[in-house]
C-alpha cells in the first residue's frame, strides 16, 4: 500500500498548483468526529467546510477517552481562534458494534501482553465502544462542556450525520 502511495503522490504534486495557507482555521470551528473512512471526501463537503476553514479531530467513535481530544480541543480554542465546537457523529458508526473481547483475542493472538491489556482498566471505554451513535454524541458534549479547561464561552454542539445521505441533524445547539 505504501508503494500505492507514493505512486499517487507523485501524480498529485506533478498536477497541483502550490498554494500557502495560514494554519488558522478561517471559520473558527473546530470539529470533533469519527475516524470512519466514510467521512473523508464527505463530511467537510456536507458541512460546507473547505480547505483552511476548520481544525477537524478524528478518532475512534468521536468519543473523549483520556486527555487526547480535548488537549486538541484546548489547542483549537486558546492556541488557534476557534470559537465554537460542534461533535459530529455519524449514523452505522463502526465503534458502537465493537466487540472488546474480540479486540483482546486479536491483541494477545498478536503478541500483545494481557497484563498490559489489563493495565488499561476498562478496555471497551478505552478503545472507544460507544453505547450508541446519538447517545455517544450527547455524552462527548458534556464531557468536553464539564472539562474544567474548556470554557463556558464557547458553544460545544452536538450532531448527527447521515452517513448514506449526508443530512445533519441538530441534537445539541451549543448556543442555548
Ligand atoms: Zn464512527
Redesign the pocket.
Known amino acids: 500500500m505504501l508503494e500505492e502511495i507514493l505512486i499517487a503522490n507523485k501524480e498529485f504534486v506533478d498536477n497541483f498548483e502550490p498554494v500557502s495557507l495560514g494554519h488558522l482555521p478561517q471559520k473558527k470551528v473546530a470539529i470533533l468526529t ?3 473512512c466514510r467521512l473523508t471526501g464527505f463530511l467537510p463537503q456536507a458541512l460546507g467546510i473547505g480547505r483552511g476553514d476548520a481544525k477537524i479531530i478524528r478518532n ?3 468519543t473523549i477517552v483520556g486527555e487526547d481530544a480535548i488537549r486538541s480541543i484546548a489547542a483549537a480554542i486558546y492556541s488557534l481562534g476557534c470559537e465554537e465546537v460542534l461533535v459530529v ?2 449514523s452505522e ?3 458502537a458494534h465493537a466487540n472488546p473481547e474480540a479486540v483482546k483475542a486479536k491483541m494477545i493472538e498478536m503478541g500483545i501482553d494481557e497484563a498490559d491489556i489489563d493495565a488499561v482498566g476498562d478496555l471497551t471505554k478505552w478503545i472507544g465502544a460507544i453505547p450508541g451513535e446519538e447517545k455517544n454524541v450527547l455524552e462527548t458534549v458534556e464531557a468536553i462542556k464539564n472539562h474544567p479547561l474548556i470554557t463556558s464561552e464557547v458553544p460545544i454542539h452536538g450532531l448527527m450525520l447521515d452517513i448514506v445521505t449526508g443530512e445533519l441533524s441538530v441534537l445539541i445547539d451549543g448556543r442555548e
Request: aromatic share 0%; proline share 0%; hydrophobic share 25%.
Open positions: 469519527c475516524m470512519d475512534a467513535g468521536n457523529g455519524h458508526c463502526g465503534m
